[in-house]
């Protein structure tokens, strides 16, 4: 099973790494970078799930101090990574509920479908870290199908 999420993070890193020269915005080119130096490490023995989810946070930040967004915008970026952010918040701490929170990654999920995607030109700039976020909130919904 660690090979199929493997897999599905190195599309969604290989998505951003073909982006991260094209952004405009450095602060978003340094989260893509962040993003995909965490995939990259994931295939090693190196832990890397700080590193995976300080980008979270970081786009998190993002959305609330861009200047050019609209409420909206902001809104869909949110809901998209905090849940993704507790994730990763609760198992880096042994916190208890963090299967509970499994349920939780279906919230980024839908809206990256159903919000995202369709209006991805809307969205452009921040495609490729939400897409690195939907794929890990993928993952951990399957294995919580597969358990």
């Known amino acids: 099973m660690l090979i199929f999420y493997q897999a599905i ?21 340094y989260i893509l970078a962040l993003q995909c130096i965490a995939i990259i490490l994931s295939f090693t023995s ?7 989810y300080l980008p979270v946070l970081l786009i998190i930040i993002y959305a609330a101090i861009a200047k050019d967004m609209t409420t909206i915008k902001r809104s869909i970026i949110v809901l998209i990574a905090l849940p ?12 208890p509920h963090v299967y509970e929170l499994k349920f939780l990654q279906l919230l980024p999920l839908a809206l990256y479908a159903g919000v995202v995607l369709p209006k991805r030109n ?18 951990q919904v399957i294995s919580l199908m597969v358990r």
């Open 84 to 95: 993704v952010l507790a994730h990763g918040v609760f198992t880096m701490n042994h916190w």
């Open 46 to 52: 190196v832990d890397s799930i700080l590193l995976f």
């Open 9 to 29: 993070m190195a599309l969604a890193g290989f998505f951003g790494l073909t982006r991260v020269l094209r952004l405009p915005q450095p602060f978003l080119k």
């Open 122 to 139: 809307d969205y452009y700039l921040e495609l490729p870290s939400l897409t690195i976020i939907a794929a890990d909130a993928l993952i």
